[in-house]
């Protein structure tokens, strides 16, 4: 296993499904974990559940909650070796045709600017690190065309292109930036997915389940256990080569219809 003993870690909407599994894997490599997420009771529940794990509530579409919640997470952890940025929100079901425009601009405002923002902010810490590293959460959408998801496939390929920039922004100063896209992720937020898809193409909920594991070689939907384990890997001593890189996890998926 990966260590990161004595790494000083960040991750952004790790209350629950992914980041969460994240939170729980650089614990267990033993790193020092600061989680953030929007909803206070969420984190109330890891605190208890996870009590070596310290938080605080960020709304990451509004830049004075994004620096004030790094401002407390360096406080509590000294200073970042490691953001993990995991934040982001699906998003309508809707044809470009039908988009709703403040729909896109929030989906946007979450994903994209908001992964601005805490980067940006995170920035001089990650400077002072001897082996400072970003983890930014992708996406199969940042692969392939979405159809009726525009805004979220939009974001999650903004997000390769923000992954790349950095890579070459920062390397002079050791630090590693890296992008990972998993695939469908078993979970409450897969069943919803499923459910809007459904909603829109008049198939029911089983019957798009069925067609998403078609689209796999594996045919089992991702573990966040797994994505975790790469978000580790890839932060840890281990991937110290690696920087700039587009990583799927996704049972080797076809596209993203």
């Known amino acids: 296993m990966s260590t990161m003993k004595g790494k000083r870690v960040l991750i952004t909407a790790g209350a629950g499904g992914i980041g969460r599994a994240i939170a729980e894997a650089f614990l267990s490599a033993g790193a020092t974990v600061f989680v953030c997420d929007i909803s206070e009771a969420a984190l109330e529940l890891l605190r208890e559940q996870l009590p070596d794990v310290t938080t605080g509530v960020c709304d990451m579409a509004d830049r004075g909650s994004v620096a004030r919640m790094v401002d407390e997470a360096v406080a509590a952890l000294g200073s970042l070796d490691v953001l993990v940025n995991n934040a982001g929100i699906a998003g309508p079901s809707a044809s470009v045709a039908d988009l709703d425009p403040d729909a896109w601009e929030t989906v946007l405002r979450v994903n994209l600017t908001g992964t601005f923002a805490v980067t940006q902010i995170a920035i001089p810490y990650l400077k002072k690190s001897a082996a400072g590293s970003i983890v930014v959460m992708s996406s199969l959408a940042g692969r392939f065309g979405y159809p009726n998801r525009s805004a979220y496939a939009t974001t999650k390929w903004g997000l390769i292109g923000f992954t790349k920039t950095l890579s070459r922004e ?18 409450p937020r897969l069943q919803q997915v499923f459910e809007g898809r459904a909603s829109v193409s008049g198939r029911n909920v089983a019957e798009e389940e069925a067609a998403a594991l078609a689209n796999q070689s594996i045919k089992r939907f991702v573990d966040p256990a797994d994505i975790a384990a790469l978000a580790v890997f890839l932060a840890s001593d281990a991937g110290r080569s690696i920087s700039g890189q587009m990583i799927p996890i996704d049972g080797d998926s076809q596209s993203a219809s």
Do not use: C
């Not at 100063?173 to 469908?184: D, E, H, K, M, Y």
């Open 170 to 187: 920062l390397g002079e100063f050791g630090i590693r930036v890296n992008a990972i896209l998993p695939g469908a992720v078993a979970g």
